[in-house]
């Protein structure tokens, strides 16, 4: 496993579980490294030159900067190296592989929270038939959800993710700065959030839109902008999501 962060840490767990033996932790920091080795119960390292030869599988888990800085410091031989980056394509490791992936887990990961992987999408891309045959079998112990694609469409996929999860959770933060200047909760917020979040996986989210812009309801627009005045970033994204909306619905 080479990294230690959120997603090496919630993907080792998920292959140590389903049997298979992580031999070593690789990761830049002395403290990360062997946390997580401590977890998957392995060796770890922070010299490149000391990963392990004898292996099947190099699982790439580190920044989408840092994958060509890691390919360039050692050579991978035979064996099978994936990266699990959702925006980098797979030809970055032609230079430096003879086999190589995409192992793409399609989910968010915090190091804390333990994940089920059961009903995750792993995006799965390979450089042969017989690697992409190896990362099917390997995706296949962990998750009943196996998507074949390509880099384009993965990069799609993670741009739209940046919309609907990134995205969404810092308009939760924008929602909980708002409510703190009026010494209001968060919490009273949680049950739209969960009654939104079901509405879209039983119709489209298209058709499960509401709020004043959908009903073009300037008088109740205008009087969130005057409430924005104190905070122009926020009534340029308010403005700029409201006509986008009427644009959808027109």
């Known amino acids: 496993m080479i ?9 080792g767990l998920a292959l140590s579980e389903n049997g298979h033996t992580i031999v070593q932790v690789w990761s830049r920091t002395l403290k990360s490294a062997a946390k997580l080795a401590a977890k998957l119960k392995c060796q770890y390292t922070t010299d490149i030159s000391l990963i392990y030869y004898e292996t099947d599988i190099y699982i790439i ?4 900067q840092a994958i060509e800085e890691v390919l360039a410091k050692r050579l991978w031989g035979t064996a099978l190296v994936v990266h699990t980056a959702g925006s980098t394509p797979m030809s970055i490791l032609y230079p430096y592989c003879k086999n190589f992936g995409v192992f793409y887990p399609f989910q968010t990961f915090t190091i804390a ?18 690697n992409l045959s190896v990362l099917k079998e390997l995706a296949g112990s962990i998750t009943q959800n196996i998507r074949l694609f390509d880099s384009d469409q993965r990069q799609k996929i993670h741009l739209a993710a940046v ?21 209001l909760d968060f919490e009273i917020l949680i049950p739209l959030i969960l009654e ?3 509405n879209v996986m039983n119709h489209s989210p298209e058709s499960s839109q509401t709020g004043p812009a959908l009903r073009k309801d300037k008088i109740v627009m205008n009087k969130h902008l005057a409430s924005l005045e104190n905070h122009p970033d926020l009534k340029k994204l308010y403005t700029l999501v409201s006509k ?7």
């Open 3 to 11: 990294g230690a962060g959120n997603l090496a840490t919630q993907l």
């Open 61 to 64: 888990a580190v920044s989408d």
């Open 113 to 130: 929270k333990k994940v089920n992987f059961c009903q995750v999408p792993v995006c799965i891309e390979a450089n042969s038939p017989q």
């Open 163 to 183: 919309f609907v999860c990134n995205f969404v959770n810092h308009l939760y933060t924008i929602g909980a700065e708002l409510l703190k200047e009026d010494g």
């Open 196 to 198: 939104t979040a079901s």
């Open 244 to 250: 986008r909306i009427i644009k959808t619905h027109k």
